[in-house]
């Protein structure tokens, strides 16, 4: 079975709201990333949070390690946050199995 | 650092033709990783090499799919025979390879390939 389940599939906001993203994940890991791929493309590491609760400008991310879940909060949507919102799991400490992604669309 | 560079961007090749893609990992990063990525799939995992060597390939089609890293400066994805269901983007990452789990994946921007 799929070993990354992510939810919202979609989400759709206006600018200045926040978005919850969750992801739920079968295997332990060693490793947690969320990744953001862009419209074009694109694909790049946003924040590893293994466990507990990690900030990085308006990204809040929490994992529950023995819940097996993570959420991605983002503060004060912007348009140019819209893309593909990925998290990611590393079972064998190297092998990274991805969601298939909350896509996120923010409106002006 | 320019990142983790792919070549080509694009790629289309006809049915039965060969497609070889090209990636060149970031210097001094001693893993590196294949990943295909569709619509219907999502990111899907194929190989990964840690110091040219191949250590998992298990997510590579047994036929018609190789993977090669000759030197520490670029990797190549063979698929031979292309079928109509390869058409995806294939994405090369790298890391720093120091195998603790705590390491940070860097994209490339990715091959799309169509195979008509």
């Known amino acids: 079975g799929q070993q990354v389940q992510q939810s919202p599939a979609s989400l759709v906001l206006q600018e200045g709201e926040n978005a919850e993203l969750q992801c739920n994940f079968s295997s332990t890991a060693t490793q947690l990333q969320w990744f953001y791929q862009s419209p074009g493309g694109s694909l790049v590491s946003l924040l590893s949070n293994p466990s507990g609760t990690k900030h990085t400008g308006r990204l809040t991310s929490t994992t529950v390690t023995k819940e097996r879940r993570s959420s991605l909060h983002i503060s004060s949507s912007q348009t140019t946050d819209s893309g593909t919102y990925l998290c990611a799991i590393d079972p064998n400490a190297y092998k990274v199995i991805f969601g298939k992604g909350t896509h996120l669309h923010v409106l002006p | 650092n320019a990142g983790v560079i792919q070549t080509p961007r694009h790629k289309v090749t006809g049915k039965g033709q060969e497609a070889t893609l090209w990636c060149e990992p970031i210097s001094g990063h001693s893993a590196v990783f294949w990943y295909r990525q569709t619509i219907v799939q999502g990111l899907e995992f194929l190989t990964y090499?840690?110091?040219?060597?191949?250590?998992?390939d298990s997510g590579m089609p047994k036929e018609r799919f190789s993977a090669q890293m000759p030197n520490q400066s670029h990797s190549t994805l063979k698929i031979q025979s292309t079928q109509p269901q390869d058409s995806a983007v294939y994405l090369c990452a790298s890391s720093l390879g120091q195998g603790n789990g705590a390491e940070t994946l860097y994209f490339g921007s990715g091959t799309r390939l169509t195979v008509l």
């Open positions: 090499f840690r110091n040219q060597a191949p250590i998992d």
